[in-house]
């Protein structure tokens, strides 16, 4: 089984809503450390939201009032739901996950890089 195995995205007009998709080995889920990322070209890649192991989420302050952040635990999935989308959230979408202490700040410039990376997916929103 793939460790982290990624669907959804795509192109779409502003305005519209994506749903990403990410499946999870049994392991890796168990875990619970799991993140959305995104970089757009010539950009550091930034977080987006994040699950931790007591259960918790997060969601960056510049997309908290429309992306959500879920999990479904019957098919081992993370899920990105996306609304009102905009040019300026074209990039390459990412999930990744750690399966160790779960580290402040990992996957990002300065931080852990994180143990699994799913194959990422563009998301390109046109105006």
């Known amino acids: 089984q793939a460790p982290l195995v990624q669907s959804g995205g795509g192109s779409v007009e502003s305005g519209g809503s994506l749903r990403l998709s990410c499946v999870a080995s049994?392991?890796?889920?168990?875990?619970?450390?799991l993140a959305w990322f995104r970089q757009a070209e010539g950009k550091e890649r930034e977080t987006l939201a994040r699950v931790y192991p007591n259960g918790s989420t997060t969601v960056a302050d510049f997309v908290k009032d429309r992306f959500t952040i879920s999990l479904d635990n019957n098919v081992n999935t993370l899920y990105l739901q996306m609304s009102n989308l905009k040019p300026e959230d074209t990039a390459k979408y990412s999930c990744?996950?750690?399966?160790?202490?779960?580290?402040?700040?990992?996957?990002?410039?300065?931080?852990?890089?994180?143990?699994?990376w799913g194959q990422g997916t563009q998301v390109t929103v046109s105006s």
């Open positions: 990744a996950a750690e399966v160790g202490a779960c580290p402040p700040g990992w996957g990002v410039p300065g931080g852990p890089l994180g143990d699994y």
């Open positions: 049994n392991y890796i889920y168990s875990k619970k450390c």
